[in-house]
């Protein structure tokens, strides 16, 4: 699609049934019924940006920080592995301390469980991506969160677009299966630069793309900002399915904590990758990215049966390969 196509229907809310379903029916012909599941370590919530969105942002003072040794980290993997998961994705703040020997480690100590590893540690230096690379890292999640240049400078005091996609471009060059996305409804965000997003999604080729509306924190300075619209995050996130049909896309964590069945839909709308939390209890409502995240009072035994359940229940079934893109 174009521009001006998908600017046409991401404003008009008289073909979403449609859009859904095509969406639905694209992910069906191209990626199958089979579900990814992918097991989520938030492993440290310390972080030096200030993003304004963010709860973990360095200046707000009221996180309790934490961050997890080597060993806990290998442990919670290993616990997700007995569970069943097939890909670890790796997940923290922009935390110097874990510099690139610690990571290296982290990285080969969890690729000894024979499992895919997804990392999404922020922006690195070309070499530290290939250092991650080279010891074993399988794919990246780097959300460009908005292409819209001035919104993103607003958004992220300190920080740049270019390095931003730059970073994208390198992951891209050095071979990993590579994740993006953005945020639907950040204050001043418009329905062009959404459609740009997905233009962005396609040019870079990216490999899985996640979606979510934007919530407010209490503890930014968005605190009085309008959360983003669970239909419209749902919208972008169906056009991005029909323009990159063989792509993983995950039903994000943030849709469920805006409408209750919000993964349940997202995968009948085009998703087929959920990420369930495996972070353990005493951590999870620590990871406070924006407030009502859900799961934050179960363990990763319960969350596991829960998500499977409801995958069942769509007659979907949860796969059992690593999941990489084009895999089925
Ligand atoms: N530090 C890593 C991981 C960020 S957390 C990085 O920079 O990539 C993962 C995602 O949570 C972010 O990319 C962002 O899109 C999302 N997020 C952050 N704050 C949010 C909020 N208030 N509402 C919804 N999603 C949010």
Known sequence: MDKQ????????????????????????????DEVHLRGLIEFSNICKRRCKYCGLRSPNKKVERYRLSTEDILLTAKNAVNLGYRTIVLQSGEDDYFDTDKM???????KKLDVALTLSIGEKTYDEYKAFKVSGADRYLLRIETTDKELYSAMHPGANIENRFECLYNLKKLGYETGTGCLVGLPGQTIESLANDILFFKELD????????????EDTPLKGASKGDFWLALKVMALTRINLPDINIPATTAMETLNPNGRI???????????????????RAKYEIYPGKICINENPEQCRGCIENKIMSIGRTISENYGFRNQL
């Open 206 to 217: 990216a490999d899985m793309v996640g979606i979510g509306p934007f919530i407010p924190h």
């Open 265 to 283: 839909i997202a995968l009948q709308s085009g998703a087929n990758v959920v990420m369930p939390n495996v972070t353990g209890l005493e951590y």
């Open 5 to 32: 196509e998908l600017i046409d229907i991401l404003s008009d809310n008289s073909k979403n049934e449609w859009l859904f379903r095509e969406a639905d029916r694209i992910r069906h012909e191209n990626v199958g």
């Open 104 to 110: 290296c480690e982290i990285i080969k100590g969890i």
